[in-house]
T-cell receptor, first 111, second 113 residues
């Protein structure tokens, strides 16, 4: 089992719809969770971090964390073509600085 | 506008040659990470430093890779000798405190022929 798992996609949604991206992780004691966006040919860019159970909203983005289920998700409301990118889930291993990245989910938003 | 910088942005070299990649972390950041990204393996952590001290380099092939931080403004990643399988994009990232939130540089695209 991979430490951080994501559906590779591609996930295709129409413009204006909600895009839902999911991630599961294996280390039960992980404490910090992140979503990065990576456009083709560019570097990953941090868009959300979440540290406690529940929802965290920032503009059109909502991160959801359920530690009991070892599950993190990212919702993008009112999806735009500019949201088309690969979204990387990242989990920090408890007790250290090591962050493990998932393989990423490719999102396509159709105009 | 604080950013992580990396040089060179592109490098093409022949098998067996030494490759040195450089990274300048964001001023004030005390945690530096080196990653390698390929289509097959995704984003792999190679090594990371806190306050210039190496904390973990278990992701690096020890016989050919080395990572150092000669000062707080410079991190280096060397490959000697390089091999075609080292072809990838190498990213440097920096953070502060525990380094949980990482800010990535633009990457060095390495091609080993």
């Amino acid at each position: 089992q991979k430490e951080v798992e994501q559906n590779s996609g591609p996930l295709s949604v129409p413009e204006g719809a909600i895009a839902s991206l999911n991630c599961t992780y294996s280390d039960r004691v992980s404490q910090s969770f992140f979503w990065y966006r990576q456009y083709s040919g560019k570097s990953p860019e941090l868009i959300m971090s979440i540290y406690s159970n529940g929802d965290k909203e920032d503009g059109r983005f909502t991160a959801q964390l359920n530690k009991a289920s070892q599950y993190v998700s990212l919702l993008i409301r009112d999806s735009q073509p500019s949201d088309s990118a690969t979204y990387l889930c990242a989990v920090n291993m408890a007790g250290g600085f090591k962050t493990i990245f998932g393989a990423g989910t490719r999102l396509f938003v159709k105009a | 506008d604080a950013r992580v910088t990396q040089t060179p942005r592109h490098k093409v070299t022949e098998m067996g040659q030494e490759v040195t990649m450089r990274c300048q972390p964001i001023l004030g950041h005390n945690t530096v990470f080196w990653y390698r990204q390929t289509m097959m393996q995704g984003l792999e952590l190679l090594a990371y430093f806190r306050n210039r001290a190496p904390l973990d380099d278990s992701g690096m092939p020890k016989d050919r890779f080395s990572a150092e931080m000669p000062d707080a403004t410079l991190a280096t990643l060397k490959i000697q000798p390089s091999e075609p399988r080292d072809s990838a994009v190498y990213f440097c990232a920096s953070g502060w405190g525990q380094g949980y939130e990482q800010f990535f540089g633009p990457g060095t695209r390495l091609t080993v022929l």
